[in-house]
């Protein structure tokens, strides 16, 4: 039913551009964000099918942005061209987390279209200190019939015998782990797959750049750093002290790898779970220069406190044709409530 209404409010959106309706809603560009782009394996069911694309449907995106006249522009850009609009759209690209397949897949894509993208890295996923909690669960589910897990909230039990109740197993599960005690929720996880045969940090080896991959993609021309803390935690729910760390050691770290400071930075989740006054003070003493979140929208003129909570525009592995791009990138989805509020 959700997708249902996503692909209507996109078919919609679509309708009203070529009307040339709405036509403020583009504003002066927009920040893609993407995970991974990989051949597509089918694997059943598809919990973190939103988390990928086909390096085919990238291509499509950057022709389609490219024939609508969009400049194709590095983030370290987006200030200067926010406070002086150019004559034509920009497009920016982004890509969370430092998968391996951004220098295998992603890399010649956007080789062949000169377009410069910027990858955030989060330094306990490069050194392997921590693990993702969204693969580690999605692999337990598709591997389990019963799943018993003693999470902070409490202990659930849940059959997992059927795709519709692995479907449920793994929206409850996630729900109870981007919290206040995310960390405990995740040793816990980590534990239950681990009975089951699973090595969450193994899931990390293959699937994250580790320091020397990523010190090889940042010498490439089009790449650049932005840090992404460390641990990956939903942030607003850390102390000080520890919001402090994430932010300053994962800046370092970056700098670490590629020799330059980094100016950006992406919020864990992006969303009200790593993103408030707090969080984007703290972004903005440790000196970057901006931030990026995961709430949907385009970029209109924009200073101060509020380069620090930019929005960003997902590539949905649900969504993938040339004309959700252009819909998606007009920002009239983002103006229709409450088809398209996100994907």
């Not at 992603?106 to 993208?117: I, Q």
């Not at 996880?189 to 020397?212: K, Q, S, Y």
Request: charged share 25%.
């Amino acid at each position: 039913m959700r997708y249902s209404l996503i692909s209507g409010g996109l078919k919609l959106s679509l309708l009203l551009q070529r009307m040339k309706l709405m036509k403020g809603a583009r504003g002066l560009g927009a920040i893609f964000t993407l995970h991974q782009v990989r051949p597509y394996a089918a694997p059943q069911p598809d919990l973190n099918r939103h988390l990928e694309i086909t390096p085919d449907f990238l291509d499509l995106s950057l022709q389609t942005l490219q024939k609508e006249g969009y400049e194709f522009l590095p983030l370290a850009e987006v200030p200067s061209r926010l406070a002086s609009p150019g004559e034509r759209p920009f497009a920016v690209f982004t890509l969370d987390d430092a998968y391996i397949n951004t220098r295998r897949v992603a890399l010649p894509v956007f080789e062949r279209f000169s377009a410069p993208f910027t990858v955030f890295v989060c330094k306990g996923l490069c050194e392997r200190s921590h693990t993702m909690w969204w693969e580690t669960l999605a692999r337990l589910v598709r591997q389990a019939e019963r799943i018993e897990i003693e999470l902070p909230s409490g202990p659930l039990d849940l059959l997992t015998d059927t795709v519709a109740r692995k479907k449920a197993a793994f929206r409850r599960i996630s729900a109870e782990i981007a919290g206040p005690r995310e960390s405990e929720a995740i040793g816990a996880l980590d534990m239950v797959a681990a009975d089951h045969g699973i090595d969450a940090r193994a899931l990390v080896e293959e699937a994250i750049l580790d320091a020397e991959g990523l010190r090889q993609l940042s010498r490439h021309p089009l790449v650049s750093l932005g840090a992404h803390s460390v641990s990956h935690q939903a942030m607003t729910f850390l102390d000080d002290l520890d919001l402090k760390r994430e932010v300053f050691a994962s800046a370092d770290y970056v700098e670490s790898i590629s020799g330059e400071k980094p100016l950006s930075f992406a919020y864990p989740y992006g969303d009200g779970r790593s993103v408030d006054l707090r969080t984007a003070r703290q972004v903005r003493q440790a000196g970057f220069d901006l931030a990026v979140t995961t709430l949907p929208g385009t970029l209109k003129a924009t200073s101060g406190e509020r380069i620090f909570t930019l929005p960003r525009i997902s590539l949905n592995g649900h969504f993938q044709s040339p004309q959700d791009v252009q819909a998606l990138a007009s920002g009239i989805p983002f103006r229709l409530k409450p088809a398209v509020r996100r994907n």
